[in-house]
């Protein structure tokens, strides 16, 4: 089955500064890769997603860029604030009755 | 985007009761819907797969007869924890996707149950 790593598992910066996200998955059918924001007690919100044939998107202060050959994906997230503080979750899905898989999630906290 | 709403948003039980929770679609109507369970600083982990009108698919390891699923309709789907005892104490999120294809997930807010 499909496996998502996601690095870093950890992420500070100060306010201002960009951060960035990276995803790798193992299947090359997977197509459709989702970003989730997570705040403390709530549920994953979707911020951004990329289906395989593009190989960037963005709106506003975030990004999402996807190479295929190298089966990796990455979010990017540009004049950080402290409200971006939160957890970060990517997936990948090849659609079908095939179920998303996760990252084990990134914490990015923006000190003011 | 679409709206998941889940009811209660938090729980506290005693041990050995059961406790349900609801987990609406309010803009779509949801033929898959998803239940996660979510430990503190870790990842989502998928407990079953639900479509409206048929039994739910459970994950290796989630016990069906403990975390009964029921999809009854394409809006409304139910999470109950049976005999709850304080290990299943935990953050169930669930979500929802209006077909089977490479329709976005959407999650609800999550429920926080403690059980005593």
């Known amino acids: 089955g499909e496996n998502v790593e996601q690095h870093p598992s950890t992420l500070s910066v100060q306010e201002g500064d960009s951060a960035v996200i990276k995803c790798t998955y193992s299947d090359s059918a997977s197509n459709y890769f989702p970003w989730y924001k997570q705040e403390l007690g709530k549920g994953p919100q979707l911020i951004i997603d990329i289906r395989s044939n593009v190989g960037e998107k963005k709106d506003q202060r975030i990004a999402v860029t996807l190479n295929k050959t190298a089966k990796h994906f990455s979010l990017h997230i540009t004049e950080t604030q402290p409200e971006d503080s939160a957890v970060y979750f990517c997936?990948?899905?090849?659609?079908?009755?095939?179920?998303?898989?996760f990252g084990r999630g990134t914490s990015l906290i923006v000190h003011p | 985007g679409a709206v998941v709403s889940q009811h209660p948003s938090r729980v506290i039980c005693k041990s050995g009761t059961s406790v349900k929770i609801e987990c609406r679609s309010l803009?779509?109507?949801?033929?898959?819907m998803f239940w996660y369970r979510q430990f503190p600083k870790q990842s989502l982990m998928l407990m079953a797969t639900?479509?409206?009108?048929?039994?739910?698919?459970?994950e290796q390891g989630v016990e069906k007869d403990k975390f009964l699923i029921n999809h009854a309709s394409l809006t409304l789907s139910t999470l109950t924890v049976t005999s709850a005892h304080p290990e299943d104490s935990s953050f169930y999120i669930c979500?929802?996707?209006?077909?089977?294809?490479?329709?976005?997930?959407?999650f609800g807010p999550g429920t926080r149950l403690l059980v005593l």
């Open positions: 997936a990948a899905s090849k659609g079908g009755s095939y179920i998303p898989t």
């Open positions: 639900s479509n409206e009108g048929s039994k739910a698919t459970y």
């Open positions: 979500s929802a996707k209006a077909g089977t294809g490479l329709e976005t997930q959407y």
């Open positions: 803009d779509f109507q949801a033929t898959t």
